[in-house]
């Protein structure tokens, strides 16, 4: 069983706070990523890493930022929260290989007032 | 890029009935296509996959068929169950990549007992 970890699972905050959003795994994953997922179901990739200290941007622009310091753990922060930012952040990560398959976890909930 | 389309958007069926989503993708080099399942409140999980050298794979009540040619690929679930109901993806590795998934924009099924 995959084993992704984020925290927390819902926050609410007020406008111009800076918040991070955790997102681990124990499964030794050296891919990461971070999708953003909005009303109307869509997922859209906002960063992904190869590794540690590799991060790379995704498809759809945010105004984000992760850090890859070690291999389990991936956070995004969001250093002043607007309400456009209100959404559903979800995290995943795959091994290396051949096929690319992705490992969810269960998502965080953010809501900016 | 790739790309995904899936249809339908949203699926009733009754108990006991099939339930097929249908997606096409776009570029031939693409050789993964993973079957996500989201209950409310929680992330994707994988719930079946196929790679390009497999025309079909079943498990239990689920099946996928891929057809190369026409590029396109569907989930069959069989003697749906309310446990069903819940917003299924279908995705591709994107030209055969080794890091990115492209998804499709969801079909939300809805099984009614």
């Known amino acids: 069983e995959a084993d992704i970890y984020q925290t927390p699972r819902y926050l609410v905050i007020g406008t111009g706070k800076k918040i991070t959003l955790e997102c681990s795994q124990t499964m030794g994953h050296d891919k990461m990523y971070w999708y953003q997922q909005d009303p109307g179901m869509e997922l859209h990739l906002i960063h992904y890493s190869y590794g540690v200290n590799s991060t790379e941007k995704g498809d759809l622009s945010s105004e984000s930022t992760v850090s890859r310091i070690r291999t389990e753990h991936f956070p995004l922060t969001l250093e002043s929260a607007r309400p456009s930012h209100t959404s559903q952040y979800l995290c995943a990560s795959s091994d290396v290989g051949a096929y690319n398959e992705q490992f969810f976890g269960p998502g965080t909930r953010l809501t900016v007032l | 890029g790739e790309n995904v389309e899936q249809h339908p958007s949203t699926l009733s069926v009754q108990e006991g009935d099939s339930a097929v989503i249908k997606c096409t993708y776009s570029d031939s080099a693409s050789n993964y296509f993973p079957w996500y399942k989201q209950e409310l409140g929680k992330g994707p999980q994988l719930i079946i996959d196929?790679?390009?050298?497999?025309g079909e794979k079943k498990d239990q009540r689920i099946a996928v068929t891929l057809n190369k040619t026409a590029k396109h690929f569907s989930l069959h679930i069989t003697e749906t169950q309310p446990e069903d109901s819940a917003v299924y993806f279908c995705a591709s590795n994107s030209g055969g990549s080794n890091y990115k998934l492209t998804f499709g924009k969801g079909t939300l099924l809805t099984v009614n007992p």
């Open positions: 196929i790679r390009s050298n497999v």
